[in-house]
């Protein structure tokens, strides 16, 4: 049970389950059969798990060096080989589940992981730490969408809207570990920009995603947005207007990503929202 409690505290536990979470809304919302549906969260599941375990794998020696007493691989919970042996299994169990919603869904998915995986093996100390956010995000929504009877590839609008958030995820989601980070060598794009400078283009991002959103899941015609659509697009505009402020006014702080991180949340909120047009 050490074991499991370990693995489990080293898949990145709240994200995972945001994400899967995310998967599962899609799918409801373009109205995906019980098994799909099923087969969708799975693998987006076990994917999760996957890319979470194996960073914490490649990230063990740096995350002692720094103490970082809150990584079971660090603290020693849990055996590299152990840790290794359940990130490829996932992997491998997350790309078998995608296989019964087709080869787009699969090829799909095999994309989004192997771009994630790429950022855990080295891409995250360079100046694209940020590609495979936007890569793996803005492919996202095409996941549900690629999962229907008929498959089909989310909308254009879709694709911004995720990136947008893969991009907000990725910019702020390192801004508290930014000087553990430096001091064991991992110098990606957040580093290099600054804790400011990455939260207020996190946040412009985000409002960028939104107006994505808002425009082309009704085809530019704002008089049929929807009421909800719209509060959530007031709800991201707000708290991204909020934290460029606060970024520019005070000190960077853990703020700035709990700001972020809840203007993305709103993001996903509204595309959910808008997922009756997901599909292009």
Not at 15 to 30: D, F, K, M, R, S
Not at 110 to 125: D, H, I, R
Not at 193 to 221: N, T, Y
């Given at each position: 049970?050490?074991?499991?409690?370990?693995?489990?505290?080293?898949?990145?536990?709240?994200?995972?389950?945001?994400?899967?979470?995310?998967?599962?809304?899609?799918?409801?919302?373009?109205?995906?059969?019980?098994?799909?549906?099923?087969?969708?969260?799975?693998?987006?599941?076990?994917?999760?798990?996957?890319?979470?375990?194996?960073?914490?794998?490649?990230?063990a020696a740096r995350d002692r060096a720094v103490g970082r007493t809150d990584k079971p691989l660090a603290r020693g919970d849990v055996s590299l080989?152990?840790?290794?042996?359940?990130?490829?299994?996932?992997?491998?169990?997350?790309?078998?589940?995608?296989?019964?919603?087709?080869?787009?869904?699969?090829?799909?998915?095999?994309?989004?992981?192997?771009?994630?995986?790429?950022?855990?093996?080295?891409?995250?100390?360079?100046?694209?730490?940020?590609?495979?956010?936007?890569?793996?995000?803005?492919?996202?929504?095409s996941l549900a969408t690629l999962s229907a009877p008929e498959p089909a590839f989310a909308a254009g609008w879709a694709w911004i809207a995720g990136?947008?958030?893969?991009?907000?995820?990725?910019?702020?989601?390192?801004?508290?570990?930014?000087?553990?980070?430096?001091?064991?060598?991992?110098?990606?794009?957040?580093?290099?920009?600054?804790?400011?400078?990455?939260?207020?283009?996190?946040?412009?991002?985000?409002?960028?995603?939104?107006?994505?959103?808002?425009?082309?899941?009704?085809?530019?015609?704002?008089?049929?947005?929807?009421?909800?659509?719209?509060?959530?697009?007031?709800?991201?505009?707000?708290?991204?207007?909020?934290?460029?402020?606060?970024?520019?006014?005070?000190?960077?702080?853990?703020?700035?990503?709990?700001?972020?991180?809840?203007?993305?949340?709103?993001?996903?909120?509204?595309?959910?929202?808008?997922?009756?047009?997901?599909?292009?």
């Amino acid at each position: 049970m050490r074991t499991v409690r370990g693995l489990w505290g080293s898949s990145h536990p709240g994200p995972t389950l945001v994400v899967t979470a995310l998967a599962l809304a899609l799918g409801i919302a373009i109205g995906l059969e019980a098994w799909r549906l099923a087969l969708l969260t799975m693998a987006v599941f076990a994917g999760q798990l996957s890319i979470g375990i194996s960073n914490d794998a490649l990230d063990a020696a740096r995350d002692r060096a720094v103490g970082r007493t809150d990584k079971p691989l660090a603290r020693g919970d849990v055996s590299l080989p152990a840790a290794w042996v359940a990130a490829s299994v996932c992997l491998t169990l997350a790309l078998v589940l995608s296989a019964p919603l087709g080869w787009r869904m699969l090829a799909a998915h095999a994309l989004t992981l192997g771009s994630a995986w790429a950022y855990n093996a080295g891409l995250k100390s360079t100046a694209l730490s940020i590609a495979p956010f936007l890569v793996s995000f803005g492919v996202f929504p095409s996941l549900a969408t690629l999962s229907a009877p008929e498959p089909a590839f989310a909308a254009g609008w879709a694709w911004i809207a995720g990136a947008a958030l893969g991009g907000a995820v990725h910019l702020t989601n390192v801004l508290p570990d930014l000087d553990d980070d430096e001091r064991t060598g991992v110098r990606g794009l957040p580093h290099r920009l600054g804790a400011r400078a990455s939260a207020v283009i996190a946040a412009l991002g985000v409002i960028a995603g939104a107006v994505a959103v808002l425009l082309g899941s009704a085809g530019g015609a704002l008089v049929a947005v929807p009421s909800i659509a719209w509060a959530f697009f007031a709800g991201v505009a707000l708290v991204a207007v909020v934290t460029v402020v606060r970024a520019m006014v005070r000190p960077p702080s853990r703020a700035l990503f709990r700001l972020v991180m809840l203007a993305a949340l709103l993001l996903a909120a509204q595309l959910v929202a808008s997922g009756g047009a997901l599909a292009a």
